[in-house]
């Protein structure tokens, strides 16, 4: 079973950018699909994005379509989301997760998860 670390996450000022990424611990990261969720205090977690194994297709949820990018490096079994003009609603634990299959965006579809992190936007 791949095992999946992130990092990236921090505390940012209303408007800024940050960049996660989650490694996978080896090269099966390459044979599934990804997708990041985040979770905020009192919230059900929340579909962010998610890419296809060839990462060609991407998928955004709707309050982050157009500020969020969702990409891959399968050389490197590492997924990144870039996140720019982030807002104070932004804030939650963000995971990564992967499953074998299509870039779907309900998280019980989804086998694999990293451990979290966590995403502060100030205002």
């Known amino acids: 079973q791949v095992q999946l670390v992130e990092s990236g996450g921090g505390l940012v000022q209303a408007g800024g950018s940050l960049r996660l990424s989650c490694v996978g611990s080896d090269r099966s990261f390459s044979n599934y699909a990804w997708a990041w969720f985040r979770q905020a205090p009192g919230k059900d977690r929340e579909f962010v994005a998610s890419i296809s194994i060839n990462g060609e297709m991407t998928y955004y949820g709707d309050s982050v379509n157009g500020r969020f990018t969702i990409s891959r490096d399968n050389e490197k079994n590492t997924m990144f989301l870039h996140m720019n003009s982030l807002k104070p609603e932004d804030t939650a634990v963000y995971y990564c997760?992967?499953?074998?299959?299509?870039?779907?965006?309900?998280?019980?579809?989804?086998?694999?998860w990293g451990q979290g992190t966590q995403v502060t936007v100030s205002s």
């Open positions: 997760a992967g499953h074998w299959g299509l870039a779907l965006k309900t998280s019980k579809s989804y086998e694999f």
